[in-house]
C-alpha cells in the first residue's frame, strides 16, 4: 500500500521507522468501499492504527492528527496520544500516495469518536 523508499518509510504521525513496529492502515476500510491504493491509506505504528480503526484517532482532510476526548474519558489515560493532537502528519509529496481527502472526510465522518 505504502511505496517509498526504505529510508522514507516512517510512521505518518510519530516519525518511527522500526519496520515491525509499523503497520499500512486503510483509511476507508476495503469492506466499506476502500480500495487497496497507497490514496487510502497511511503507514502508521501499531498503537495508532489500532486508535485509529477503533476510531479514537483520525486525521483530518487536512492532514491534522486529531485524538478523540474519549480516550480520556473511557481509559483516564492517553497523554502520550494527546501530545500528537493536532500536528500535521508527514505525506508523500506525490499526487497520487497522498491520503485521499475524501476518504480522510469518510473516516472523520463515520468512524471518528469525536
Request: hydrophobic share 35%; aromatic share 8%.
Amino acid at each position: 500500500m505504502v511505496r517509498a523508499e526504505p529510508d522514507m518509510i516512517r510512521c505518518a504521525v510519530t516519525q518511527e521507522r522500526t519496520l515491525p513496529a509499523l503497520e499500512a492502515a486503510h483509511i476507508r476500510p476495503y469492506a466499506d468501499g476502500g480500495v487497496h491504493e497507497a490514496s487510502n491509506g497511511l503507514l502508521l505504528r501499531r498503537d495508532l492504527h489500532s486508535l485509529f480503526d477503533a476510531g479514537y484517532v483520525t486525521v483530518t482532510p487536512e492532514l491534522r492528527f486529531e485524538v478523540s476526548r474519549r480516550i480520556r474519558a473511557e481509559f483516564e489515560n492517553g497523554r502520550q496520544y494527546y501530545a500528537l493532537h493536532g500536528q500535521t502528519i508527514f505525506a508523500p509529496e506525490g499526487t497520487a500516495d497522498r491520503p485521499n481527502p475524501a476518504a480522510l472526510s469518510w473516516h472523520n465522518d463515520q468512524c471518528f469518536r469525536g
